[in-house]
């Protein structure tokens, strides 16, 4: 049995690469200049080429196959109304998380909700359409079967409800799944833990979040919402913010 | 996943840190600010909740105990060799066991390493001077 601790390097030739910029490599994070240099290199060392080739295909089991993230679990089943995502949401937190911030790592303040408005509390959220993860903006058109990921802003502790009314008049609570507002922590742009799939009902969306110094009960709002579908309900200790979307039909990305 | 993997030597704890790592970022996007490439910055993150985790009461005693060879994770390591950097890391301070890993797992020249530590090659050689230095300590 080896009693030293050695490196990988100290058997590689000089020009090997290392697993790192194997990774970088598998991963198009390299430059052009180097990355031709690396691909030369793989084209005569076994050891690179084979290493190489076992990161491409781990990199697209991965892919394939990405492991659940344990998201917390929260299912409604309102075959009028919209359903929550199980963890299996999974290929949607990684595409937000790898797609949407290296591809949208910079957001336009004019049209971006998660840095509207400083100083005051406010919702916003991420749509994922096919295999495209994009930040939702005022107005923004999405489509049925798109996935939302709520986001939330505010500069003080309390709690956050979400709810909506769609194009047919019909008013849910999209978060959170229990019966009273959730508590939450201040932050400047924060995703909130579930995901939810929009249903077939086309039209104008209104989305709107209740930030409250108490768990308030989320029933009578959406009864609220649903009997006066245009006006926000005044409830005591909540202020709102609200979003309005447009809900096409599904679409294939 | 791989990295994770071999750091924990179980694959319950190497998903458990992938899923803190994603989570995490989506809870806080401004994390990765494009300063550095996402390999460099998937390595950093990975090695340092590896690390907070290797140091966790519960995992230190199960990696300090581990006498059964798990299977190798990499073509060039050996289970024997795999379990040692293990046990090394739980016992190197922090910035010591970082550059350990970088050296011994990834076999990462000392630019790389300076390159995903942020500073300079020369005190990257200091850094693996001083750790050898400790893991040949330990062994006398």
């Known amino acids: 049995m080896s009693k030293r601790l050695h490196s990988p390097y100290e058997k590689r030739g000089a020009d090997c690469l290392s697993d790192f910029a194997i990774d970088a490599l598998v991963a198009g994070d390299v430059d052009s200049e180097k990355e031709k240099s690396q691909r030369e290199h793989l084209v005569t060392c076994d050891d690179c080429r084979a290493r190489f080739e076992n990161a491409s295909h781990a990199a697209e089991d991965f892919s394939r196959d990405a492991p659940e993230l344990n998201l917390p679990i929260a299912r409604k089943n309102k075959p009028n109304n919209v359903r929550v995502l199980y963890a299996a949401s999974s290929v949607f937190a990684i595409a937000a998380a790898i797609l949407f911030f290296v591809r949208f790592g910079h957001h336009d303040p004019e049209t971006d909700l998660t840095t509207r408005l400083k100083g005051s509390s406010h919702i916003g959220f991420y749509v994922k359409h096919g295999a495209e993860v994009s930040p939702g903006t005022i107005g923004a058109h999405v489509h049925a079967g798109d996935a939302l990921r709520f986001t939330y802003a505010t500069t003080s502790s309390g709690y956050l409800a979400i709810l909506s009314v769609d194009g047919a008049k019909n008013a849910s609570v999209y ?24 249903d077939d009902t086309v039209g104008h969306e209104t989305l709107y979040g209740f930030f409250c110094d108490k768990p308030i009960a989320l029933e009578p709002v959406r009864a609220a919402l649903a009997a006066n579908s245009d006006h926000a309900p005044v409830v005591d200790g909540c202020t709102v913010d609200t979003i309005a979307f447009d809900k096409d039909p599904n679409s294939t990305p | 996943m791989r990295r994770a993997r071999f750091l924990l030597g179980s694959e319950d704890d190497a998903r458990e840190m992938l899923n ?43 990696i300090l105990s581990e006498s059964a060879l798990p299977p190798s994770e990499t073509s060039n390591e050996s289970p024997e060799h795999a379990v040692m950097l293990r046990q090394e890391l739980t016992r190197l301070p922090q910035e010591l066991a970082e550059v350990a890993v970088y050296h011994y797992l990834d076999g990462m020249t000392h630019d790389e390493i300076a390159g995903v530590l942020n500073c300079s090659r020369r005190h990257v050689g200091d850094l693996i001077e001083r750790m050898h230095a400790q893991v040949n300590e330990e062994k006398s």
Do not use: M
């Open chain 1, 175 to 198: 978060y959170p799944d229990g019966p009273t507002a959730q508590a939450i922590e201040p932050a400047s742009n924060r995703a909130l833990s579930s995901s939810t799939i929009l």
């Open chain 2, 20 to 62: 803190e790592i994603f989570v995490s970022l989506l809870d806080k996007p401004e994390q990765f600010s494009e300063k550095s490439s996402i390999t460099t910055w998937l390595y950093s993150v990975t090695t340092h909740g590896c690390l907070n985790r290797l140091r966790n009461e519960r995992t230190r005693r199960r």
